[in-house]
């Protein structure tokens, strides 16, 4: 089946500082991936969608500047939190869509010290 | 704006019982998904369903899609710990095929044993 790997699982960072999360499809190229952003015990929110070889879109009200967002090959999606706050701490979903539908990574839980 | 209401948003029950999840909105939609996700794991698509009226089984497991397309639920029979998390449902966002999904706000299913 559609993998869709997601690193690192968790990171602690402190306040200032940029945060990279990578997204990989294993099996399947993804001409788009989609970042969502989720608070504990709520649902997923949309932040961007990541296009191969263009710019990401972002969903109203995400700062593009703040989350930067690359897709330079088919397999391969960044979302890069930059200068951190406590506020920016979440968990960070990433999907593709493959041969099956939509495949999710596992995550990555940010914590901003 | 296309909304998906999910109720009810917590349900915790003794093992051996059924429960019955609902996903509604104003809008209609051409499928609805319905993913179980873990803590710390990403979402895992549990079923798709397309036509209206349509019926589906995963086990004890089984889901409705509303005859306009509007709405769809989930039904557990003989709940077991097993099925502890949270269950999202979730359906392509606007007329256009960008790909996004819209989710409800997820109902978070504790079974205790």
């Known amino acids: 089946g559609a993998v869709v790997s997601q690193h690192p699982s968790w990171v602690i960072c402190k306040s200032g500082t940029s945060v990279k999360i990578e997204c990989r499809s294993l099996?399947?190229?993804?001409?788009?991936m989609f970042w969502y952003r989720q608070f504990p015990k709520q649902s997923l929110m949309l932040m961007a969608t990541?296009?191969?070889?263009?710019?990401?879109?972002?969903e109203q009200g995400v700062e593009k500047d703040k989350f930067l967002i690359n897709h330079a090959s088919l397999t391969l999606s960044t979302l890069t939190v930059t200068s951190a706050h406590p506020e920016d701490s979440s968990f960070y979903i990433c999907?593709?869509?493959?041969?099956?539908?939509?495949?999710f990574g596992s995550g990555t839980r940010l914590t901003v010290v | 704006t296309q909304l998906l209401e999910q109720s009810p948003q917590f349900l915790s029950i003794q093992e051996g019982e059924n429960l019955t999840v609902y996903c509604n909105s104003s809008?209609?939609?051409?499928?609805l998904q319905w993913y179980r996700q873990e803590p710390g794991e990403g979402p895992v698509l549990l079923v798709t369903?397309?036509?209206?009226?349509e019926v589906k089984k995963l086990k004890r497991l089984t889901f409705q899609f509303g005859d306009a397309r509007k709405d769809s639920s989930l039904h557990i029979t003989a709940a077991q710990p097993g099925d502890t998390g949270l269950y999202l449902c979730?359906?392509?966002?606007?007329?256009?095929?960008?790909?996004?999904?819209?989710f409800g706000q997820g109902t978070t299913l504790q079974v205790k044993p």
């Open positions: 999907s593709g869509t493959g041969p099956y539908g939509y495949t």
């Open positions: 099996d399947f190229q993804a001409t788009t």
């Open positions: 990541s296009n191969e070889g263009s710019k990401a879109t972002y």
């Open positions: 809008s209609v939609f051409s499928s």
């Open positions: 369903v397309v036509t209206g009226g």
């Open positions: 979730a359906g392509p966002a606007g007329s256009s095929n960008t790909g996004k999904l819209i």
